[in-house]
C-alpha cells in the first residue's frame, strides 16, 4: 500500500513540474517580462501578488498632448490631451476612442483589455479637458482627433515600429471609421463596438417610434416627419434637432457642445480594408443590431461580427466581460500571427442563436439567418 502511495505522490510531483515548465513556456509566448503575471488571469492556480503589484505600477499611465486638426479645410490645429500606458516588449499599440459624454479616464479604464499592447486614450473634441470653444459633432470631425492620435503614435521611435490598432465605441467606433476612410494607412485592424449606421437612420427610427398618436386603438403619424427630416442639420434647426435627439436617445446633449451634422459610417465603412471585429448587443436600445449588421455587411475584406446579450448602449463588455477579453485577444492574436489571409473572411458569432435556439424567438432568428445565407 505505501509503495502504491508512494508512486502517486512521485507521478504528482512530475505533473507539478511539467505544468510549471508549461507556464513558463505560456507565459514567454506570451511576452510576459519573467516573474510577471497578468492582472486577473492566474497560471496553475497560483498568483505572485508581488509581480502583479509592479505590473500595475508599470502601467500607470502617463499624460500627453498632441495637435489635430480643427477640420478638413482650414488647416488649423487645436490640441488634445491623452493618457499612455507604455508595456514591456509590447506586440503594438492600440488607441481607444470613448464614446459621447465620454472621456480619456473612463477609456484608460479599458487598458487591461489590451495587456500585450501599449494604449492611449484620449478626449475628443467637447469632451474631457481643453474644451473652449469646440462643438462635438458626434462622429464627423471627431475623425480629425482620432488621425492626430494616430500620428502623435506613428511619430514616436518606438511605437512607430509595431502596428497599431483602433479600438472605438458608439461615438468613438463612428470617428474611427470616418478616420480611416479618409486614410487607410492610419491603422493595421480595428475593434469596433455599437457603431451606428448613420445619423438620418438613427433620426428616422426615433421619429418613427416618437411621432405617432393611438386614438381609438388606431396608431397614427403626427405630420413633419419629412419635414423635420430634411431640416435638421441646417443652423437656424439645431436647437429643435438638440430636442429631439434628446428625447430620441435619453443622452444630455446639453451637457457637452453639440453641432449635428450628417455622418454616414454605413457608406464610409465601403473604404476600409484592414480586418475589422464588430461587437455590439441585442438589447441595445440606442443602436439596432440591424444597424451594426448593415455596417457589418458593407465592410469589405476581412470582418467578423460577434453579437451578445448585453443590456444596453456598448452593453457587452459588462455583461461578459472575460468573454469579451477572450474575444477582443483572439482576434488580436490572429493579426499578430498572420492567420487572417488563412480564415474565412466573413464570421458572425451570434449568441442569440445557440441561447435560445429552442425558443420561438431563437426559431425566428435562425430562419433570417438561413434565409441571408441562401441570398449570398
Sequence with gaps: MSKQVGFVLFLYLCVMQLSCVYAENKASQHQIPAGQLLPLMM????L????????IKDCKPQEVIFNVLVDGTSGATMQRKGLLVRRQNARGTVIICHGYLGCKRDAIAL??????????????????ELIEGQKSTIGRDEAYDVMGAAQFIKADPEMSKKPLIVYGYSMGAVASIEAQAKDGSLFDAMILDCPYDSTDNAMRRGLDEKMKLTILGSE???PGKEFILAHMYDESAQIITNYLFKQITALDSNAVATRFTRVAPIESVKKITVPCLFIHCDHDKKVPTSAVKAVYDNKPGFKELWITFGKGHFGSYNNEPEMYW????????????GMIAQRQQEKIYDQRLTKNIGTDHGQAILKRFVDNKKGD
Design 48 to 55: 505572485d501578488f508581488k509581480a502583479v503589484k509592479q505590473q
Design 111 to 128: 487598458k487591461h483589455l489590451f495587456p500585450f499592447y501599449n494604449v492611449l486614450a484620449f478626449d475628443f473634441r467637447a469632451h474631457g
Design 326 to 337: 477572450y474575444r477582443v485577444n483572439k482576434f488580436l492574436n490572429r493579426i499578430a500571427v
Design 43 to 46: 497560471y496553475q492556480d497560483q
Design 220 to 222: 397614427l403619424d403626427i
